[in-house]
């Protein structure tokens, strides 16, 4: 046989294997690897210089086979999963209908979520004890930060509306632990200084896990506004963290709402009425979930001024740079959490303040602040055409004018986001430092610099400025800064726990790798000169 007859006697095959077995109608496509195989098995009669050209044929053909079967494989993937989430939310609905129409025979059925209500875990039953001498008392030993000290629990007078069916804190000891030795601690003396000689004598070794002393009992779930597939897991978390844990819940306003249009099973979610009850959430709250990307879990960040509970992000974006935990997986997730220990990323946010001219020690009220980010604070020029000029001070030392589109301070888990974008550095999220990033300069020798993380940064609009700048805090809340006023901006002294999947730096590599595809590069092929 001819070499274009075997070829086209191969593909006209192929094609009509192909059609059979399409990608579209998931036939098993084992059946077009096994025909592309019989036709290449087929014994041909040879013609010369043919058989290379053969084989080399046939390998492309079991490559078509086997790209044709992943993507169907892919396709019924997908499917199988879309259905199962639709099959997931109309059982869940069904319930929840059920659950309606019982109505209070419900509440008489032993062992069902009222009755758990009513209960030894009752949250009636639950009340907030006085805080004793022992407890006061450092418990934690020398080494670690037990939760009592930092997240002190208050009586319930201190919060009279959303929390006065609420239990008291759960508290957690939080350790620094390290491969190496198991009984290692956080080490302090990092430089020794014996005998006019500086050494280094210990690196401290900080990856910090968190144990709880009393078990978690109540979960806030932020999530991301307008997704449906956020909106049916959050109530799928929600009835199963209280009929499956007799976890209390807090949502926010909006998602209560959601969830009562849902069904009035969800009554027990509780909310808050306005901003002052929200800002005093973090004396309840033991666990923070999100569902959503990054964004949520600034915003998550921003709901806590003070002290922040453990936050577990639940990936529910597109990049997820912060957000480790599968979706999918949630229950299996959640069981681990709420057992613990858990492996921590201490997240070091930054603290704000816009300083008016005329009013620095003058008139206190006339500076606005503090306001606190977990990425960064960037000062631009807004819609100004002109040059952002920005004079920035490290303390009292003069560093540099920014001549250019603006400046970006960033922490180091903000160096991922848009300090990357604008040229910085990519920084392990647990180096302590601030990132000092100019957006767009007008020069050629502009470097980004990373700073030490006890500096106070004052990045000053100058008087003769030709227009404002514009600060803007994790990408929100712009103001503008006149000729003449500063923003003032150092290390704040709450961070963001955020909970690892395995632990911060695995979590972090795999985030760079996976999200931004860092350093990815075909591999140089095998064949090719060689040093000899
Ligand atoms: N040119 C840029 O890259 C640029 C411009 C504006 C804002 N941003 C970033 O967007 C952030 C606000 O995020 P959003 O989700 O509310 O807004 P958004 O919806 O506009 O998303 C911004 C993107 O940045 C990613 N991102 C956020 N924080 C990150 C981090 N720490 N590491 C890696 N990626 C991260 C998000 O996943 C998202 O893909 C800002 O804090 C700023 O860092 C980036
Ligand atoms: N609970 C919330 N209430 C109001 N706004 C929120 C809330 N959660 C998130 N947002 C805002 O919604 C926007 C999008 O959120 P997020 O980044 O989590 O989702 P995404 O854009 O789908 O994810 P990705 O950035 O990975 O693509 C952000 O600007 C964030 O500030």
């Not at 030993?141 to 629990?153: A, K, P, T």
């Not at 514009?470 to 955020?498: I, N």
Request: hydrophobic share 35%; with cysteine; proline share 6%.
């Amino acid at each position: 046989m001819k070499r274009s007859n075997v070829n086209s006697t191969v593909q006209g095959n192929a094609h009509n294997i192909a059609q059979e077995n399409g990608v579209n109608d998931f036939l098993p496509l084992g059946n077009l690897e096994k025909a592309i195989k019989e036709i290449v098995d087929q014994p041909l009669p040879l013609v010369d210089g043919i058989e290379d050209q053969l084989v080399e044929f046939s390998e492309a053909m079991r490559t078509v086979g086997k790209v044709l079967r992943e993507a169907a494989e892919a396709k019924a993937a997908a499917q199988a999963e879309a259905t199962e989430w639709k099959h997931k939310y109309e059982l869940e609905r069904e319930k929840n209908l059920q659950l309606e129409t019982k109505g209070p025979t419900f509440a008489e059925n032993p062992g069902n979520f009222e009755q758990k209500v009513g209960g030894s875990d009752s949250i009636e039953h639950l009340a907030i004890e006085p805080e004793t001498g022992e407890k006061s008392q450092r418990c934690c030993g020398e080494n670690g930060i037990c939760s009592h000290e930092v997240l002190r629990d208050r009586g319930p007078d201190s919060y009279p509306n959303i929390h006065s069916k609420i239990t008291r804190k759960a508290s957690f000891k939080l350790k620094w632990c390290s491969k190496s030795k198991k009984d290692d601690q956080h080490k302090h003396d990092i430089v020794s200084f014996e005998k006019g000689n500086i050494t280094t004598a210990e690196r401290s070794s900080k990856q910090i896990s968190l144990k709880w002393e009393t078990p978690p009992q109540t979960v806030l779930i932020l999530t991301k506004p307008n997704s449906t597939s956020v909106k049916i897991l959050c109530a799928e978390m929600v009835s199963w963290l209280k009929e499956k844990r007799s976890m209390n819940i807090f949502v926010e306003p909006r998602v209560r709402n959601e969830l009562l249009e849902e069904s009035s099973y969800f009554n027990f979610a509780q909310s808050w009425i306005d901003d002052k009850e929200m800002w005093r959430l973090h004396e309840v709250v033991d666990l923070v979930v999100t569902l959503g990307g990054d964004g949520t879990v600034l915003w998550a960040a921003s709901k806590f001024k003070g002290p922040v509970p453990p936050i577990v992000p639940f990936s529910l974006g597109s990049l997820g740079f912060m957000t480790p935990f599968y979706s999918e997986r949630y229950k299996e997730c959640l069981k681990s959490i709420l057992e613990g220990p858990i492996s921590i990323t201490l997240r070091h946010r930054l603290q704000c303040h816009v300083i008016r001219e005329g009013s620095e020690n003058e008139n206190e009220n006339e500076n606005e602040g503090p306001i606190l980010v977990l990425n960064e604070v960037t000062i631009d020029r807004g819609i100004s055409s002109f040059l952002t000029n920005l004079e920035c001070y490290s303390d009292n030392s003069f560093v540099t004018t920014v001549q250019g589109d603006g400046l970006i301070l960033s922490t180091t888990s903000g160096s991922t986001a848009y300090s990357l974008a604008a040229g910085g550095s990519m920084v392990h999220p647990q180096v302590p430092g601030i990132l000092f990033t100019p957006i767009c300069p007008h020069s050629l020798s502009f470097r980004p610099l990373i700073l030490p993380e006890h500096v106070t940064l004052r990045i000053q609009v100058p008087l003769n400025s030709r227009g404002h700048a514009w600060a803007s805090f994790d990408g929100k809340d712009r103001k503008q800064l006149a000729p003449g006023d500063a923003l003032v901006c150092s290390m704040a002294a709450w961070p963001v726990p955020t909970a690892c999947r395995g632990d911060s730096t695995s979590d972090f590599l795999h985030s760079i790798h996976d999200g931004l595809h860092w350093n990815l590069r075909r591999t140089q092929s095998f064949d090719g000169p060689r040093e000899s």
